[in-house]
């Protein structure tokens, strides 16, 4: 593994690190939440982002210790958060707040990069375990974005699996809260009435049980909307259709993997950047890591990356928009450039003669024997942040 500081990468590693991405024409990209921290989105790892009304940083307590209660990151995507009433208005306080926070993001450098992947023709899919949804304010096609873990934009209902667009909701709340300013302040208690106000009933479960009512019969249970997220420790509801799209992509042939801003600690991710890891050597491609932290060792992934770019994953690719520009400038590459770009010394020519005369450049990789690939299991995609 070639291990890159940012801080003190010099630029031979980073040209050759562009010019690896640059012959690469079937890109597969892994994002986590690292991504969209500049964006004003919470990582819900680190201990110095809060979101909502009333936010404090407090590095001594962790995250919305202050406006939700005494729940951590984690805890306010576990699935026994629903379990009871008060915390299950404590999520859906928490969930607005985040969705409200998520509409006024713009995206990042990096979702700009898998975006102009695309346009390039380079980008098979995007992997993307964050359920902000800023993927699709870029020019990125929605059929290359598979989001892991759901996403802010629907409400289902616990009863009978209604969906309803939540954007409307979000509208109506923000006028609520113009003409009654009582959102819950930094002391106010999670379970206080003025929560309540952000549990939706679903309104198919209201007309079934008004409709009966009317004819004199007993109504029946009204469900609330729910966002469309998948918490720890419940099944995934899209694990068939997620598994067999990995399957389509690696039998696509990827050349390049790209993992970006994600600790990968969840045995879900692990399992498919370990998977695509071993596609793309046997393929004679590349595996590049780009995070603030080392990846986790996981056997078949780890002995498998070319490269660990350590650093703020916005700050690469405000350098790598630099070293190759047609790639942000152009809205179709029919042809890859691999002139040497802006801060590099070196010219074309010298690098094609520098490539010729290395026993091992870049796109030279010894191609592993291939085996053939299995579907991927539906109960390997459960939930993980």
Not at 339 to 368: A, E, F, L, Y
């Amino acid at each position: 593994m070639n291990h890159i500081n940012l801080e003190t990468a010099n630029g031979a590693d980073l040209n050759r690190l562009q010019q690896i991405l640059g012959k690469c024409k079937r890109v597969v990209c892994v994002t986590g939440a690292g991504i969209s921290c500049s964006a004003g989105i919470p990582d819900f790892r680190s201990q110095q982002i809060a979101i909502g009304k009333g936010k404090k940083k407090d590095e001594s307590q962790g995250l919305y210790f202050q406006q939700f209660g005494n729940l951590k990151g984690r805890e306010l995507f576990d699935a026994s958060i629903l379990k009871r009433e008060d915390t299950t208005l404590t999520f859906m306080s928490f969930m607005t707040a985040l969705k409200q926070q998520c509409q006024a993001s713009r995206p990042t450098r990096v979702h700009e990069f898998v975006a102009k992947l695309d346009t390039a023709g380079k980008l098979l899919s995007c992997y993307t375990q964050n359920i902000d949804s800023l993927e699709h304010k870029t020019e990125v096609s929605a059929k290359k974005i598979v989001q892991l873990h759901g996403h802010l934009d629907t409400l289902n209902c616990i009863q009978c699996s209604e969906k309803l667009q939540w954007k409307d909701r979000v509208k109506e709340k923000k006028k609520e809260e113009n003409n009654d300013d009582s959102g819950l302040e930094e002391n106010e208690s999670v379970s206080d009435d003025s929560t309540r106000r952000h549990m939706i009933a679903c309104p198919t479960c209201e007309a079934r049980a008004l409709a009966r009512e009317l004819n004199g019969r007993r109504r029946t249970a009204v469900g609330w909307m729910r966002p469309n997220v998948v918490l720890y420790g419940e099944p995934h509801p899209e694990a068939e259709e997620i598994g067999s799209r990995i399957t389509r992509d690696l039998k696509k042939r990827p050349d390049c993997l790209v993992v970006i801003g994600t600790s990968l600690a969840v045995t879900g991710i692990k399992t498919l950047v370990k998977d695509f890891a071993q596609e793309v050597k046997a393929n004679g491609g590349h595996v590049i890591f780009i995070n603030k932290t080392a990846p986790a060792k996981i056997s078949g992934f780890s002995e498998n990356v070319d490269y660990f770019i350590q650093g703020d994953c916005d700050a690469y690719m405000r350098d790598l928009a630099d070293r190759w520009p047609s790639l942000w400038c152009k809205s179709k590459q029919s042809t890859v450039d691999f002139k040497v770009q802006k801060g590099v010394r070196t010219t074309t020519s010298t690098i094609k003669s520098t490539t010729r005369s290395t026993k091992s450049s870049p796109g030279k990789v010894t191609k592993p024997s291939r085996k053939v690939m299995q579907p991927v299991s539906p109960s390997r995609l459960n939930r993980g942040l």
